[in-house]
């Protein structure tokens, strides 16, 4: 007999990230993955050219100068910041840490596949909360949590439909939450939110023993390629992390671009206007059309066609012209495509194919 998995491995579904190639185009417009579309900093490559030069040495195991920058740049204590290689890991090493056989893991019914896999990668049940028109409140969340609950995910904006929960909300669901469950705040594309009342997390961690708050260089800094990540916990949390991350798990070139990256503000800047501009232009030209379109905090908007076929059809359509969106039929929204917002030639391309294949 071959060795056996843990019972339930097996039933997991593979994690797939979005499509990058389209026949016969050497170079397509990918749309799939909200990857930035200026890509990274000149400082981060800069200091990617730096670190090729001595890549045989092995990197700071306490990714020290990147921390220190975190905390200076968000007033936050450098001890409760630990990173990893991507913010999915830190995800991971929390459910890793603890998550127990028949637990519960609350998340948004449309929110990131990576919450679910964690829990059943863990023993744990996936429990999904009720969403109104892809919106999520404490209510929803509240209302499905049971003795057995342990963690709850909340994507603040939420991927992939682009809602942003209220602040106030957020702190609601966190103050209806026994103290011992613990709530993750996933702020992946918190650069781009542009509300005065956002909730990321900082301050609920700086207050509570059991939240914790991630980040990602992969969005608005445009490392994606790179992996890297951190998360903001209490003391005890950032603790057990340390315990359970790998010894060397954010590699030198990744630090050396976090870390120059997290320095030009003025390229996070660009990234979030250009964002802030074309989400609501996409959105209004989509329903032009009559295709349903959702506002967005990210630097994506959610499409959606009359029918789970009519989605298929059109994710084909553009993939012929070279257009790559990201269908949602993986993340349980068959009928609906998210569409990056890419550059301004992209975004009318699409938005001009769209209007094609709705007219034939």
């Not at 909360?129 to 909340?154: G, H, N, Q």
């Not at 630090?255 to 609501?280: C, M």
């Not at 998210?338 to 007219?359: T, Y």
Request: with cysteine.
């Amino acid at each position: 007999m071959a060795p056996l998995p843990r019972p339930g491995i097996l039933d997991i579904k593979p994690y797939r990230g979005g499509v990058s190639d389209a026949l016969g185009f050497a170079a397509p417009i990918k749309l799939s993955s909200n990857e930035n579309c200026f890509g990274c900093s000149p400082a981060a490559i800069s200091a990617m050219h730096e670190t090729e030069k001595k890549i045989e040495r092995y990197p700071d195991g306490g990714v020290t100068l990147l921390r220190a920058a975190l905390g200076e740049k968000h007033g936050l204590p450098v001890e409760q910041i630990v990173c990893g290689c991507g913010s999915d890991e830190l995800l991971q090493l929390l459910g890793k840490a603890y998550l127990r056989e028949g637990d519960e893991v609350v998340h948004a019914q449309n929110g990131f596949l990576s919450y679910k896999l964690i829990a059943m990668q863990n023993g744990a049940t996936p429990v999904a909360a009720p969403e109104t028109d892809m919106r999520i409140d404490a209510k929803a969340f509240l209302s499905v949590m049971t003795a057995r609950t342990r963690m709850v995910f909340l994507a603040n904006p939420n991927n992939p439909t682009g809602y942003l929960m209220p602040g106030a909300e957020v702190r609601k669901l966190h103050a209806g939450l026994p103290d011992d469950v613990l709530l993750v705040i996933d702020g992946a594309y918190a650069e781009y939110v542009r509300e005065d009342d956002y909730e990321g997390g900082f301050a609920l961690v700086n207050t509570h023993d059991n939240v914790v708050a991630t980040r990602t260089f992969s969005k608005a800094y445009g490392l994606a390629g790179l992996r890297v990540g951190w998360a903001y916990c209490p003391s005890e949390v950032a603790a057990v992390l340390n315990r359970v991350r790998s010894p060397f798990n954010v590699n030198a070139m990744a630090q050396a671009a976090a870390l120059a990256a997290l320095g030009d503000n003025g390229f996070i800047q660009k990234g979030a206007d250009h964002v802030a501009h074309w989400a609501p232009w996409i959105e209004k030209q989509a329903k032009k059309i009559g295709i349903d379109a959702y506002p967005s905090a990210g630097n994506f908007v959610l499409l959606g066609l009359s029918s789970p076929e009519k989605a298929d059809e059109a994710e084909a359509f553009l993939t012929a012209r070279g257009l790559i969106l990201r269908g949602m039929r993986g993340f349980g929204l068959p009928g609906y495509l998210r569409m990056s917002i890419g550059l301004e030639d992209e975004n009318r391309a699409v938005l001009a194919a769209l209007a094609d294949f709705i007219s034939q």
